[in-house]
């Protein structure tokens, strides 16, 4: 049995403060969950302070993206073991607007999994293909290539330490949500892949979360469906009572 997790990509919004603040709220209205994980990634400018309000809470840290170096001359870079320091358990890779915006490519993704497993992050690994793919038929070729370079050469207790984000490049900000079906026939694909790579132990128990415009409205049915282990949240993950709602709707339907 897999246990959902509920993430929220904080993006590039929120000070110091404001992270704080809402990490703050979330840490007292959650604390009494305990039928699913919840995770929280901030800027990284917050995760310091965020990880000392988050002390005794049920609420992970994630970075939301890391370089694949140790250390050295990369100005603006920031490496695992610098997220670890601050206070993270996780860290966001490949988000399509990596992939997208700042042209991140399937081989240096891969050298960042690597690079995270190796130190002891969990690697939140989003995966999806953009409308056009989706429209002319690449859906599964583009979701093939994408876990093959980044899982090539992981072991399989190396890749069980890993978590996928579905997150279909059409769906994320733009208010537009895969249906339940769309989501679903994604996430069979993407376990079957693990399936036929690794075996069918890994396939059942590797965490598959979908995202792109999930709301406190949408969640319940994206959960019900069997491979949805969960959702990464973007916009609505940056007000309390809408990712508090997100994560009361996916415990509803669970129970
Ligand atoms: C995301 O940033 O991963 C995401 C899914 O964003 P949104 O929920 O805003 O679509």
Redesign the pocket.
Known sequence: MRRLLIAG?W?MHKSVDESVELAGILKSSLIDIVELDILICPTYTALHPVANILKGSNIALGAQNMHQEDSGAFTGEISADMLISAGASHVILG?SERRHVFGETDQTISLKLKKALDKGLTPVFCIGELLEERESGKMDQVLIRQLSSAYEGLTKAQALKTIVAY?PVW???TGVTATPDQAQSAHAFVRNWFRKTFDVDLAERIRILY????KPGNIADLEEKPDVDGG?????SLKADSFTQIIENAIKKEV
């Open positions: 990509n993006k988000h997150e769906a994320i900000g995202g792109g415009s999930v990464l949240i973007g916009g609505a």
